[in-house]
Nanobody
Framework: QVQLVESGGGLVQPGGSLRLSCAAS??????MGWYRQAPGKQRELVAAITSSGFTAYAASVKGRFTISRDNTKNTMYLQMNNLKPEDTAVYYC?????????????WGQGTQVTVSS
């Protein structure tokens, strides 16, 4: 099973930027994705990326967030720009499969992102 460790969360003002990283142990052939969960809300898929670089985004973050990966470093990233208070959540790194849609298998422990003035 793939082990995943997130980093890069924190407190940022509205309109600011953060970059999350996810270091993965094991194979880089999996698709990977970022989920988030805000207090009192269901966990939602933010973005996913296949091993070949195909990407998909939630409508709420399209144009503001960019998912990428470096297979030589077994690392995935989420560049978050123009952050809004509603982006506040715990962000989880996942690995899984992409067959028409993304299905997670392994999860990281999560990293808190807080957008507030």
């Amino acid at each position: 099973q793939v082990q995943l460790v997130e980093s890069g969360g924190g407190l940022v003002q509205p309109g600011g930027s953060l970059r999350l990283s996810c270091a993965a142990s094991g194979s880089t052939t999996y698709a990977m994705g970022w989920y988030r969960q805000a207090p009192g809300k269901q966990r939602e898929l933010v973005a996913a990326i296949t091993s070949s670089g195909f990407t998909a985004y939630a409508a709420s973050v399209k144009g503001r967030f960019t998912i990428s990966r470096d297979n030589t470093k077994n690392t995935m990233y989420l560049q978050m720009n123009n952050l809004k208070p509603e982006d506040t959540a715990v962000y989880y790194c996942t690995s899984g499969r992409y067959l028409g849609s993304y299905s997670p298998g392994s999860w990281g422990q999560g990293t808190q992102v807080t957008v507030s003035s």
